[in-house]
């Protein structure tokens, strides 16, 4: 295995097959196939980019490039409708848009998220599945 390296800015940096690694069979949570239509919203430079985009590279997928800047609950309903299945977004991001609209999720087949924390308060209500 490769060890991650800190450069002088203190990034770390990590090999190539540290990221491809993510997406063999069982190692990711989440489900990436050649269906799988996600919108990739995270700026290159952005840790985030690596399973927003190469998630869907690597299992044959499709990255969907939206003019929209900023993921709203419109823009959710909107990008569903055009197709999309997945959705990759920040823990706070999830929590603002669920006490917003819970309901713009509901055609989703995943939603998943990550870099910080999910609030406490529940993600689905009672009797939810």
């Known amino acids: 295995m490769e060890p991650l390296l800190l450069s002088e ?17 069982g ?10 239509a996600m919108p990739q919203w ?7 980019l690596t399973p927003e985009l ?9 990255s969907v490039f939206r003019d929209e800047s900023m993921l709203t609950s419109d823009s959710l309903r909107r990008m569903i ?11 706070s991001h999830f929590g603002m848009l669920v006490d917003e609209d819970l309901e713009a ?6 939603v998943l998220t990550g870099g910080e924390r999910l609030s ?6 009672e009797g939810r599945e």
């Open 105 to 110: 999720f509901v055609e989703l087949r995943q």
């Open 54 to 62: 190469w998630s869907l590279l690597l299992t044959g997928g499709t």
């Open 27 to 36: 190692t990711f949570h989440g489900t990436f196939r050649p269906s799988t």
């Open 9 to 25: 800015n203190g990034a770390v940096l990590s090999p190539h097959q540290a990221g491809t690694r993510l997406f063999e069979s």
């Open 120 to 125: 406490d308060h529940p993600t689905y209500p």
């Open 81 to 91: 409708a055009d197709g999309d299945d997945s959705v990759w977004m920040t823990g």
């Open 42 to 48: 995270a700026p290159l430079p952005w840790n985030r």
